[in-house]
């Protein structure tokens, strides 16, 4: 038993021994690291550096990026209404209006006469007194129209104000409207806009901005008109009434209105061509002189014309607008390594 164990204590130690024989060897015939291989070992994760010549050759393009302020915004929907029943109902109250004008005049002469009869029967009887009693009888007859179309223009006023607001009621009861001469010229279109009840949108702005369909970006400024008495029949919030050239608007069209957010903020818009993805996150190249890249990532929650726009970032920053792809592969291209056939070392089997 102990010659057993001697033979296995001898076998092990001869193992140790060749093993450290073995490593030996192999470190001293690693080379130091030089020229590339150096540079590369001494780079930083996300740098690439890429010589003049082979930038131009490659058609690398930087841009400095200008500091600009953007507007946070948010899209709503909205609809372009018909003026057909708006345009009606200004000939509807307008014709209303006249009669109750018409009575108003008829019963104020008709009371004028009755006075004047009732003022010559009562002095001296130059009137009779049936031609007196019949005045009486035209006056309230004259005064009961006149109260019974008041009641018609009223009512028709009125409900005309639970579908349109006093703004637009006002717009069809004026003599010279302007801006109902513009709907119906179709020179302007006539929106209806849902807003949130609350929030950063909850007052309504002077003006928003209106995508058009089909325009691919095309939008319009609309101005606000006043607030609607009707909420929208499917999101359930309040309207508001806009006006905007009705340019290729059309009736029933639905439409995306866009309003501002919060506060402008300030930053730069990267185009698309310099955002590269990597691990699902965006980032890109900013040069750092002559030679050198640094990748940076950055956030694309907030879109902008062409780009992204990026809050806080300073400008004046050269970015790779053209290229990015070409550095990104530069950068996790395969390294030499220390000791293998490209990297100089020689094999002593």
Do not use: C
Not at 209 to 234: K, N
């Amino acid at each position: 038993m102990k010659h057993k164990r001697a033979i296995l204590v001898t076998l092990v130690a001869a193992v140790i021994i060749a093993a450290a024989l073995i490593w030996t060897r192999s470190a001293s015939t690693i080379p130091a690291p030089t020229g590339d291989a150096e540079r590369s070992a001494a780079a930083s994760p996300g740098t690439v550096a890429i010589g003049l010549q082979q930038q131009t050759a490659s058609g690398i393009e930087v841009r400095a990026l200008a500091l600009t302020r953007y507007q946070p915004q948010t899209s709503e929907y909205g609809s372009v209404l018909d003026p057909g029943p708006l345009l009606e109902l200004r000939g509807q109250l307008r014709s209303a209006q006249v009669q109750t004008d018409a009575a108003r005049a008829q019963a104020i002469a008709s009371e004028r006469e009755y006075r004047r009869l009732a003022l010559l029967n009562s002095q001296d009887h130059t009137v009779s007194d049936k031609v007196t009693e019949a005045a009486h009888a035209t006056w309230e007859a004259d005064r009961a129209r006149m109260e019974s179309a008041q009641a018609a223009f009223s009512a028709a006023r009125d409900a005309a104000r639970s579908r349109w607001g006093d703004v637009l009621v006002n717009w069809a009861l004026a003599a010279r409207s302007p801006q109902l001469d513009a709907l119906n010229s179709g020179q302007e279109a006539l929106l209806s806009v849902a807003l949130p009840q609350s929030g950063a949108t909850g007052s309504p702005p002077p003006t928003i901005r209106i995508g058009l369909p089909g325009t691919g970006g095309g939008e319009i400024q609309a101005r606000l008109v006043s607030p609607s008495p009707v909420a929208d029949p499917v999101i359930q919030s309040p309207t508001y009434f806009y006006q905007a050239p009705r340019g290729g608007l059309r009736t029933g069209m639905r439409i995306n209105a866009f309003l501002p957010a919060g506060q402008a903020q300030e930053g730069v818009t990267i185009p698309n061509s310099a955002v590269v993805w990597y691990a699902n996150r965006p980032w890109v190249y900013v040069q750092s002189d002559d030679t050198n890249y640094v990748r940076h990532e950055i956030v694309v929650d907030t879109p902008a014309p062409g780009g992204w726009f990026v809050a806080q970032w300073h400008g004046g920053g050269r970015v790779v607008v053209k290229g990015a792809a070409l550095l990104f592969s530069q950068e996790f291209q395969p390294k030499p390594q220390a000791g293998s056939p490209s990297a100089g070392g020689d094999d002593d089997d």
